[in-house]
T-cell receptor, first 112, second 112 residues
Framework: DAGITQSPRYKITETGRQVTLMCHQTWSHSYMFWYRQDLGHGLRLIYYSAAADITDKGEVPDGYVVSRSKTENFPLTLESATRSQTSVYFC???????????FGSGTRLTVV | GQQLNQSPQSMFIQEGEDVSMNCTSS?????WLWYKQDPGEGPVLLIA?????ELTSNGRLTAQFGITRKDSFLNISASIPSDVGIYFC????????????FGKGITLSVRP
């Protein structure tokens, strides 16, 4: 199916564990983004990518790692999860110029 | 950096009422967009505005790109229960490493 897919939809992990959130899009959009959404903070950009093998930091990158070896995939890794990383994470993609973002359905991550 | 201001954080209206939301910035933008996020889902693009002064409608929704290029508003007429959600404004300014800047969103509740 065409679209942007995030997995898993829900994840509970323990403090200190590594966890990877997946994002896959089928449009061959050049741009992909990761946001976290927390009450009172809106959408905050973690990392983004303008093309395969090109990534850049957003507003809140600390504690996160991304890679983009293929245009369609943009995984987000929390190297050592902390409770402050409990959040809802959204992936988005866009053609060039990066204006009309299409968002995934989100991953709700709880770090205990 | 660029910031978009949306207030109040929450709005409560009666079904059938009209509601207006605005979004302001200290910086100019070339493009303004409005997104809606349904509970448990990612934001979805409602309306995009590309020219100062532009007025665009999408069903019961009307949005305008302010003449100064520093603001935009969204009107919803004859609200219905499914209008419930978070409404985000976003702005885009063309340039190197440009990406959307999002407001923090307004949560709309509609009383039946």
């Amino acid at each position: 199916d065409a679209g942007i897919t995030q997995s898993p939809r829900y994840k509970i992990t323990e403090t200190g564990r590594q966890v990877t959130l997946m994002c896959h899009q089928t449009w061959s959009h050049s741009y992909m983004f990761w946001y976290r959404q927390d009450l009172g903070h809106g959408l905050r950009l973690i990392y983004y990518s303008a093309a395969a093998d090109i990534t850049d930091k957003g507003e809140v990158p600390d504690g996160y790692v991304v890679s983009r070896s293929k245009t369609e995939n943009f995984p987000l890794t929390l190297e050592s999860a902390t409770r402050s990383q409990t959040s809802v994470y959204f992936c988005a993609s866009s053609d060039n110029p990066p204006i009309g973002y299409t968002f995934g359905s989100g991953t709700r991550l709880t770090v205990v | 950096g660029q910031q978009l201001n949306q207030s109040p954080q929450s709005m409560f209206i009666q079904e059938g009422e009209d509601v207006s939301m605005n979004c302001t910035s200290s910086s100019i933008f070339n493009t303004w967009l409005w997104y809606k996020q349904d509970p448990g889902e990612g934001p979805v693009l409602l309306i995009a505005l590309y020219k100062a002064g532009e007025l665009t409608s999408n069903g019961r929704l009307t949005a305008q790109f302010g003449i100064t290029r520093k603001d935009s508003f969204l009107n919803i007429s004859a609200s219905i229960p499914s209008d419930v959600g978070i409404y985000f404004c976003a702005g885009y300014y063309t340039g190197a490493n440009s990406k959307l800047t999002f407001g923090k969103g307004i949560t709309l509740s509609v009383r039946p």
